[in-house]
């Protein structure tokens, strides 16, 4: 089997066909219900996608992933095909509260025949989901993320949030209300960003 290599990490050629097919679904999606900024609509490949794998590459798959505020699929898409590939028992769920980016969800596992799990809700309204690895995107800030993490994570879950060039500040500013271990990993696509990994939360 062809393998291809994306930002370092080594894939099937089947995982890079279905990545590609996605990058043309939310290209074609995008200007209808805005799926990714105007701006980097022409560059979904670098920016969004190979974002998106970077955070796959952080972890071991656990039996549940769950990403929140879904949107337009990163990293929660792109979850579910490596996954497809590298740990086809993982349960893969995206939550998101807008119906036609869920509508949008759905289609793209389906078409790139993947499995995974959307649900149309509120992130707060949605019952404790035990994940053992709870991931966001461009969603909100830290503080507010770890309310999410603090209800939708396992015991010994990890939380994998991509932050921009802000994001001590939120660290230090979330710390005033919560306990956590913190690893930052420096971004493959943006020079001031990073994905913090995130364990142990709780409230101080």
Same mark, same amino acid.
């Given at each position: 089997?062809?393998? *291809?290599? %994306?930002?370092?990490?080594?894939?099937?050629?089947?995982?890079?066909?279905?990545?590609?097919?996605?990058?043309?679904?939310?290209?074609?999606?995008?200007?209808?219900?805005?799926?990714?900024?105007?701006?980097?609509?022409?560059?979904?490949?670098?920016?969004? %996608?190979?974002?998106?794998?970077?955070?796959?590459?952080? *972890?071991?798959?656990?039996?549940?992933?769950?990403?929140?505020?879904?949107?337009?699929?990163?990293?929660?898409?792109?979850?579910?095909? %490596?996954?497809?590939?590298?740990?086809?028992?993982?349960?893969?769920?995206?939550?998101?509260?807008?119906? +036609?980016?869920?509508?949008?969800?759905?289609?793209?596992?389906?078409?790139?025949?993947?499995?995974?799990?959307?649900?149309?809700?509120?992130?707060?309204?949605?019952?404790?989901?035990?994940?053992?690895?709870?991931?966001?995107?461009?969603?909100?800030?830290?503080?507010?993320?770890?309310?999410?993490?603090? +209800?939708?994570?396992?015991?010994?879950?990890?939380?994998?949030?991509?932050?921009?060039?802000?994001?001590?500040?939120? *660290?230090?500013?979330?710390?005033?209300?919560?306990?956590?271990?913190?690893?930052?990993?420096?971004?493959?696509?943006?020079?001031?960003?990073?994905?913090?990994? %995130?364990?142990? *939360?709780? +409230?101080?």
């Amino acid at each position: 089997m062809d393998r *291809v290599e %994306i930002a370092g990490v080594d894939v099937s050629r089947e995982t890079y066909d279905r990545l590609k097919h996605y990058e043309s679904l939310v290209q074609k999606w995008s200007p209808k219900i805005n799926l990714v900024a105007k701006s980097t609509l022409k560059d979904v490949w670098e920016r969004h %996608i190979v974002d998106s794998v970077q955070v796959c590459d952080l *972890v071991s798959f656990p039996e549940t992933w769950v990403d929140i505020g879904s949107g337009g699929g990163f990293p929660g898409v792109v979850v579910a095909i %490596i996954a497809a590939e590298k740990a086809p028992d993982c349960q893969v769920t995206l939550i998101e509260s807008d119906q +036609r980016k869920c509508a949008f969800l759905r289609t793209a596992l389906r078409e790139c025949g993947v499995k995974g799990r959307v649900i149309s809700d509120r992130i707060e309204k949605v019952a404790p989901m035990g994940a053992g690895v709870l991931s966001a995107r461009a969603l909100a800030d830290l503080s507010l993320l770890l309310e999410f993490a603090e +209800r939708h994570l396992s015991k010994d879950g990890i939380a994998l949030f991509s932050k921009g060039v802000q994001w001590k500040k939120e *660290v230090d500013n979330a710390r005033s209300q919560w306990r956590f271990e913190l690893e930052s990993t420096k971004s493959w696509t943006e020079p001031d960003a990073v994905v913090l990994k %995130i364990e142990g *939360v709780a +409230r101080v």
